[in-house]
């Protein structure tokens, strides 16, 4: 079948299709209907099924006769350390695990929070808790002490399971210590911390509350697996939320299997037995869908890696595991890229590297610039896949299903709706626009299996976030626009779209043009105040290693580039050259802060900021442009 056979399968009849694919997930009690809409717009996916999910994703494997398979490889440039761990291995040390965590009062529907670093035994957690039938929340390693905090408080959690400490290119991070701080800023109090000591930095214990993470499994009877409903949570997932307080986002058992199976087959083209590699953190949702679950539940082998794309040692880290270990496909943000660019402009560190078993590159989290897809194309000689979706949807909206056929790729889109999706573009009425006109991009309820039902303990948020500006539709926060033959493209996220004398204009379709200098190694481009156009765009340029032009004459022909590719309407005069950009842990690029710091405007210090110093160096830059009157955040 073609994309747009299955594609219009699913349109026919979306129950039969996803009653379909739900015979893909070892059920202890099969679903009698997919789709439960009685109390729309809140949405029930398999309510009556009875599963569990790491059963699905370990045992049933070895079962199968398959426990010698590897599960896991892991692999720290940063510490040197390899392994691999078979299925039937990690089977037995997961079950071990939540044998120790109910011993401890841990069961079906307790929160356990997950604050760990890029180790097998992170997956272990998190499928301990599957396990168990008790949800996860994994927050990323090393935030601040009152961001854990924040997270505390809302997920009330019974348990926190850490590891000692982390560890970046030239610096351990002491995490119990967070840990610590934050328990003690909550005004909720979990039970216990359980906690894997790391040889680099070993964590001082309380007796009777903090417990060693092997010490604990002595003696401790292998858990089973507790079944629990379809709808019945597997995680939380906490994204940054308007108000600060960020949105705890729930994913259910039942369609997450069911959804997450479909994609590894149709989108990304994966059997069971080959090995996967998604290079993002078990912090991020790319980290729970492809890191953990999909590739385990299909009976893939899955990459855990502790690195960087440069620095560990170098611009040619992701070369080596690729070759070393067989990937066959792969996943990262292009920010990566960008950043292996920069270092290695023409490519020179690929040679000498067996990528022949490599069949695609997969690009998310950021858009995919035409300029970074072309180099990796040229680089790699396979499939570069850009794709789209949320820490809300848990997998993708927009992708190319390679699975299913490999759809022509055209630079500046991630492809075509996924099926589950019906992906428009409104005005701000919420009316349909014509193909090719900027919008807001919407999709119509109900979404599919696996996505949010909802806000953890927040059902008013969730519809007030994201249900509400466009009744009858899930509001992205994205806007762009679909051309003729249905591909969508995204353009910059809704606050992106600058209004310039009148003219709404897309930051990102700049960021395409400028990407495109010969010398900008990665860019971006925010709106600033002004008091004749309303706003002006100002681009923020880092360039290529070894690049000897002077950096006035860079911008100008920047400057050039957008007024002859974009034309005068766009009222393109402002450009700086900096080192680096503000990001995310994830690689996103904090716009809105730029554009808040250059305002004089208000505004927080993000907590997934990856090194908060940059923003200073920001600061300076837009300063000496006249800008950023307010230095210091709220």
């Given at each position: 079948?073609?994309?747009?056979d299955?594609?219009?399968?699913?349109?026919?009849?979306?129950e039969a299709?996803?009653?379909e694919?739900?015979k893909?997930?070892?059920w202890?009690?099969?679903?009698?209907?997919?789709?439960?809409?009685?109390?729309?717009p809140f949405?029930?996916?398999?309510?009556?099924?009875?599963?569990?999910?790491?059963?699905?994703?370990?045992?049933r494997?070895?079962?199968?006769?398959r426990?010698?398979q590897?599960?896991i490889?892991?692999?720290?440039?940063?510490?040197?350390a390899?392994?691999?761990l078979?299925?039937?291995?990690?089977?037995e040390?997961?079950a071990?695990?939540?044998?120790?965590l109910a011993?401890?009062?841990?069961?079906k529907?307790d929160?356990v929070?997950?604050y760990?670093?890029?180790?097998?035994?992170?997956?272990?957690a998190?499928l301990?808790?599957?396990?168990?039938?008790?949800?996860?929340?994994?927050?990323f390693?090393?935030?601040?002490?009152h961001e854990l905090?924040?997270r505390?408080n809302?997920a009330t959690p019974?348990?926190?399971v850490?590891?000692s400490?982390?560890?970046e290119?030239?610096?351990?991070?002491a995490?119990?210590?967070?840990?610590?701080?934050?328990?003690a800023?909550?005004?909720?109090?979990?039970?216990?911390t359980?906690?894997?000591q790391r040889?680099?930095?070993?964590?001082?214990?309380?007796?009777?509350?903090d417990?060693?993470?092997?010490?604990?499994?002595?003696?401790?009877?292998p858990?089973?697996?507790?079944?629990?409903?379809?709808?019945?949570?597997l995680?939380?997932?906490y994204?940054?939320g308007?108000?600060?307080?960020?949105?705890g986002?729930?994913?259910?058992?039942?369609?997450?299997?069911?959804?997450?199976?479909?994609?590894m087959t149709n989108?990304?083209?994966?059997a069971?037995g080959?090995?996967?590699?998604?290079?993002?953190?078990v912090g991020?949702?790319?980290?729970?869908?492809?890191?953990c679950?999909?590739p385990?539940?299909?009976g893939a082998?899955?990459v855990?890696?502790e690195?960087k794309p440069?620095?560990?040692?170098?611009a040619?880290?992701f070369?080596?595991?690729?070759?070393?270990?067989?990937?066959v496909?792969?996943f990262?943000?292009?920010?990566?890229?960008?950043?292996?660019?920069?270092?290695?402009p023409?490519?020179?560190l690929?040679?000498?590297?067996?990528?022949?078993?490599?069949?695609a590159?997969?690009l998310?989290g950021?858009?995919?610039?035409p300029d970074?897809?072309?180099?990796?194309?040229?680089?790699l000689?396979v499939?570069?896949?850009?794709h789209?979706?949320q820490t809300?949807?848990g997998f993708?909206i927009?992708?190319?299903?390679?699975g299913?056929?490999?759809?022509?790729?055209?630079?500046?889109s991630p492809?075509v709706?996924?099926?589950g999706?019906d992906v428009?573009?409104?005005d701000?009425?919420g009316?349909?626009v014509?193909?090719g006109?900027?919008g807001?991009i919407?999709i119509?309820?109900?979404?599919?299996?696996?996505?949010?039902?909802?806000?953890?303990?927040a059902?008013?948020r969730?519809?007030?976030?994201?249900?509400?500006?466009?009744?009858?539709?899930?509001?992205?926060?994205?806007?762009?626009?679909?051309?003729?033959?249905?591909?969508?493209?995204i353009?910059?996220?809704?606050d992106?779209?600058?209004?310039?004398?009148?003219?709404?204009l897309?930051?990102?379709?700049?960021?395409?043009?400028?990407?495109?200098?010969?010398?900008?190694a990665e860019?971006?481009v925010?709106?600033?105040?002004?008091?004749?156009?309303?706003q002006?765009?100002l681009?923020?340029?880092?360039?290529?290693?070894?690049?000897?032009?002077?950096?006035?004459?860079i911008?100008?022909?920047?400057?050039?580039?957008?007024?002859?590719q974009?034309g005068?309407v766009?009222?393109?005069k402002?450009?700086?050259?900096?080192?680096?950009?503000p990001?995310?842990?994830?690689g996103?690029i904090l716009?809105a802060?730029?554009?808040?710091i250059?305002?004089?405007?208000?505004w927080?210090?993000?907590?997934?900021?990856?090194d908060p110093a940059i923003?200073?160096?920001i600061?300076?830059?837009l300063?000496n442009l006249?800008?950023a009157?307010?230095?210091?955040p709220n």
């Amino acid at each position: 079948m073609s994309y747009r056979d299955v594609y219009a399968a699913w349109q026919a009849d979306p129950e039969a299709f996803w009653m379909e694919q739900a015979k893909a997930v070892d059920w202890i009690k099969p679903p009698s209907h997919a789709l439960d809409d009685a109390r729309a717009p809140f949405y029930d996916w398999y309510a009556d099924g009875i599963l569990n999910t790491c059963y699905n994703a370990l045992d049933r494997h070895v079962e199968a006769g398959r426990g010698d398979q590897a599960a896991i490889i892991y692999d720290s440039p940063i510490t040197g350390a390899k392994a691999t761990l078979s299925y039937a291995e990690l089977t037995e040390k997961t079950a071990r695990l939540a044998g120790a965590l109910a011993a401890r009062g841990v069961g079906k529907g307790d929160r356990v929070i997950i604050y760990m670093p890029m180790v097998p035994e992170a997956l272990m957690a998190m499928l301990a808790c599957a396990r168990l039938g008790a949800v996860h929340s994994v927050v990323f390693g090393g935030f601040a002490a009152h961001e854990l905090a924040v997270r505390i408080n809302d997920a009330t959690p019974k348990a926190i399971v850490a590891a000692s400490c982390g560890i970046e290119p030239g610096r351990v991070i002491a995490y119990k210590p967070l840990v610590d701080a934050a328990i003690a800023q909550s005004s909720h109090k979990p039970d216990f911390t359980l906690i894997l000591q790391r040889d680099q930095l070993r964590a001082e214990l309380r007796d009777g509350y903090d417990f060693d993470w092997h010490e604990a499994q002595t003696g401790v009877a292998p858990a089973p697996c507790t079944p629990v409903g379809g709808m019945d949570p597997l995680y939380i997932l906490y994204t940054s939320g308007t108000t600060g307080q960020p949105k705890g986002v729930l994913r259910p058992n039942g369609g997450h299997a069911v959804s997450l199976l479909w994609t590894m087959t149709n989108i990304y083209n994966v059997a069971p037995g080959e090995v996967f590699w998604a290079a993002s953190d078990v912090g991020w949702v790319v980290g729970h869908s492809y890191i953990c679950y999909a590739p385990l539940l299909l009976g893939a082998t899955t990459v855990v890696f502790e690195g960087k794309p440069v620095g560990t040692p170098d611009a040619g880290t992701f070369w080596r595991v690729i070759a070393e270990h067989g990937v066959v496909s792969f996943f990262t943000a292009p920010t990566a890229f960008r950043a292996i660019k920069r270092e290695d402009p023409e490519g020179r560190l690929v040679d000498g590297y067996d990528l022949s078993r490599l069949r695609a590159l997969f690009l998310a989290g950021e858009r995919a610039d035409p300029d970074t897809i072309i180099w990796t194309q040229k680089q790699l000689g396979v499939p570069v896949i850009d794709h789209w979706w949320q820490t809300e949807t848990g997998f993708s909206i927009v992708a190319n299903p390679l699975g299913i056929e490999e759809l022509p790729v055209k630079l500046g889109s991630p492809t075509v709706a996924m099926p589950g999706y019906d992906v428009q573009i409104l005005d701000e009425g919420g009316n349909p626009v014509a193909p090719g006109t900027l919008g807001a991009i919407a999709i119509k309820l109900p979404l599919p299996p696996g996505t949010l039902p909802s806000l953890w303990n927040a059902d008013e948020r969730f519809k007030k976030a994201y249900l509400t500006t466009f009744p009858g539709y899930y509001e992205t926060g994205d806007a762009g626009m679909i051309d003729d033959d249905g591909y969508l493209y995204i353009m910059a996220r809704t606050d992106d779209v600058i209004n310039v004398a009148g003219h709404r204009l897309s930051t990102g379709a700049m960021e395409e043009v400028l990407a495109g200098h010969k010398d900008v190694a990665e860019c971006a481009v925010v709106g600033v105040e002004d008091a004749l156009k309303g706003q002006l765009p100002l681009a923020f340029l880092c360039l290529n290693k070894g690049c000897a032009k002077p950096e006035a004459e860079i911008v100008a022909e920047c400057v050039a580039l957008v007024r002859n590719q974009i034309g005068p309407v766009a009222a393109f005069k402002l450009g700086c050259v900096v080192d680096r950009l503000p990001k995310t842990r994830s690689g996103k690029i904090l716009r809105a802060t730029m554009a808040k710091i250059a305002d004089g405007a208000d505004w927080k210090m993000p907590a997934t900021i990856d090194d908060p110093a940059i923003l200073d160096e920001i600061r300076i830059a837009l300063q000496n442009l006249g800008y950023a009157k307010q230095v210091a955040p709220n």
